[in-house]
């Protein structure tokens, strides 16, 4: 089963994730984002070219582990006083848009 789900920002960028369920390897090998720069895999926590070289991420944050990186910035936003990015608030207006989409999909079904 292939998923894609796309976007075009304000500025005409187009943004695509295709996901690819149907994968022989092991869950969670690897994630391969294209861009109109290049091509580039994450594994586990390292980041590599679409040429298979390892790309330096040292100075770019603090870690490549998403669930850390997610838990910094809640606990940082709550020290801040501030709305933690990808709080509930930023993404309600999605998940509103979704919704409306599977009624329109349910009521055509």
Request: glycine letters at 10%; a negative charge; proline letters at 3%.
């Amino acid at each position: 089963m292939d998923m894609s789900i796309q976007l075009k920002t304000a500025t005409g960028a187009l943004c695509t994730l295709s996901l690819s369920l149907n994968n022989d390897g092991p869950l969670g090998t690897f994630f391969r984002y294209i861009g109109d720069t290049g091509t580039y895999l994450a594994r586990y926590d390292d980041l590599f070219t679409g040429k298979d070289e390892k790309i330096d991420v040292s100075q770019v944050a603090v870690s490549m582990n998403g669930i850390e990186l997610q838990d910094r910035e809640f606990v940082a936003a709550i020290r801040e006083g501030r709305e933690p990015n990808g709080s509930v608030a930023q993404v309600l207006p999605c998940y509103r848009t979704l919704h409306k989409l599977e009624q329109q999909l349910a009521a055509d079904g």
